[in-house]
């Protein structure tokens, strides 16, 4: 943009990778979202990423008791000793992993532990495998750290998770990081044993790091028992797990997040959070410590948070298998439905518009039908659309009604 400056035209020039870097589509529609509702337009919103609960009260309380002692100074970088020494307990008695304080960094959130992972690991030009469909930062994080990436196409017939031929396949002189996230935003996938057992050698015996995202851990359904790629002992020093606050314990604006990894790496990962943003709030370091101790303790609360997701999961599944067209894996985790909405495409909407890809359908079920989805081309997976179930059983059944008659009327 040519901006002027006195007499002299002066050239905005911000950094030339950024142009390929995709802007958000789930943040371009939550906008949209924000003003059709302004404008008095009841749109059902299955956008989120968020639960829709409350921090419970007493990890509130937790928070305003830091504050009211005055505990509001910069911390250590590595996050104060109260949360990492949580953190340790919660990966020996949760998840069975032998860590010690050594192991562990807290972060403003999940999203700084491993973008701070990439920082740490990258050097320019390595390469990073992404299976698809992918949480929509992570391309991002990779560019924004220099290096360079390749996507991993995982197909609905393996419920979308990365099989060891796709993996091996894949690895190259530059191949340094695999980045696997599950439960998985956007389809729900998880790993079982035996998922994560087949990956084992190919990561070992390509000295592949593994940023293991485990931050759906505590959404998990069927009576499954989450698995941690960390578990595996023989690779255990190849992985870097990602976990935190926000999704478990509904504090997605509480921003802690934390890796747990070798101690090598955390100290890397101390050197890039130290100069980019230095502690995490101390105040929301207070409140997780005091979350993660208490499910220590007891679990129930969020073993109802769990139960409640899980109903609307089976509701969200069954009804959008009552709508003709549309194909839909069963999510065991997360709060995402990820059905595959291709053979709408090339069809006219009743205003004369041609849906040609997951955008044009999105946009359509949003402005003709009141009801907002994710394109999927926003996880790198133009044939489908995400659709969140973190909303009352009320707000999904009228979603599901909007989707299924707005599907309906294309011809
Ligand atoms: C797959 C995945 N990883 C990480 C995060 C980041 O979580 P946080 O809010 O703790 O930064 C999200 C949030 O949407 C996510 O979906």
Not at 119 to 127: K, T
Not at 310 to 315: D, F, G, K, S
Request: hydrophobic fraction near 40%; glycine fraction near 6%; proline fraction near 5%.
């Amino acid at each position: 943009m040519n901006q002027s400056c006195g007499n002299e035209p002066f050239q905005i020039l911000v950094r030339s990778d950024l142009v390929k870097i995709a802007p958000s589509l789930t943040l371009v529609l939550k906008d949209k979202v924000e003003r059709m509702r302004k404008q008095g337009k009841n749109v059902v919103s299955f956008t989120v990423g968020e639960p829709d609960f409350d921090t419970p009260t007493a990890i509130k309380q937790a928070g305003i008791r830091a504050i009211e002692q005055n505990f509001t100074r910069y911390t250590s970088g590595l996050g104060i000793l109260e949360l990492r020494e949580a953190i340790v307990q919660k990966l020996k008695q949760e998840n069975g992993l032998d860590y010690g304080i050594p192991n562990i960094i807290v972060s403003s959130g999940g999203k700084q532990a491993i973008s701070s992972a990439i920082y740490a690991l990258i050097n320019p030009g390595d390469e990073v495998l992404i299976p698809t469909p992918y949480w929509l930062s992570y391309p991002a994080m990779v560019i924004l750290a220099g290096g360079t990436y390749k996507f991993l196409e995982t197909k609905p017939e393996d419920n979308y998770r990365l099989t060891p031929e796709l993996l091996e396949k894949n690895i190259g002189p530059k191949t340094k990081l695999l980045l696997l996230n599950y439960p998985s935003n956007p389809t729900g996938a998880v790993y079982h044993r035996e998922h994560l057992a087949a990956l084992v050698p190919i990561i070992k015996k390509h000295k592949l790091f593994v940023i293991s995202d485990e931050i759906y851990e505590k959404l998990i359904y069927d009576n499954l028992k989450f698995v941690s790629l960390s578990e595996f002992s023989e690779i255990k020093r190849q992985i870097i797990l990602i976990n935190g606050v926000s999704k478990s314990f509904a504090m997605t604006g509480w921003r802690i997040g934390y890796a747990a990894a070798d101690p090598q790496i955390i100290d890397a990962m101390d050197k890039v959070q130290s100069h980019l943003t230095g502690n995490s709030c101390s105040i929301s370091q207070k409140a997780a410590a005091y979350a993660l101790q208490a499910n220590l303790k007891d679990p129930s609360d969020l073993k109802k948070m769990q139960a409640r997701f899980e109903q609307r999961r089976n509701l969200g599944y069954e009804l959008i298998h009552q709508i003709p067209g549309l194909s839909c894996e069963r999510p065991q985790g997360a709060f995402y439905l990820f059905p595959k909405a291709d053979a709408f495409y090339r069809k006219t909407t009743p205003s004369g518009k041609i849906i040609l890809n997951s955008v044009d359908l999105a946009t359509y079920l949003l402005e003709e039908c009141l009801v907002s989805v994710v394109p999927g081309a926003d996880f790198g997976n133009d044939a489908n659309f995400r659709i969140s179930f973190a909303t009352s059983e009320a707000e999904i059944e009228e979603g599901m009604k909007r989707i299924k008659e707005g599907l309906l009327k294309l011809k």
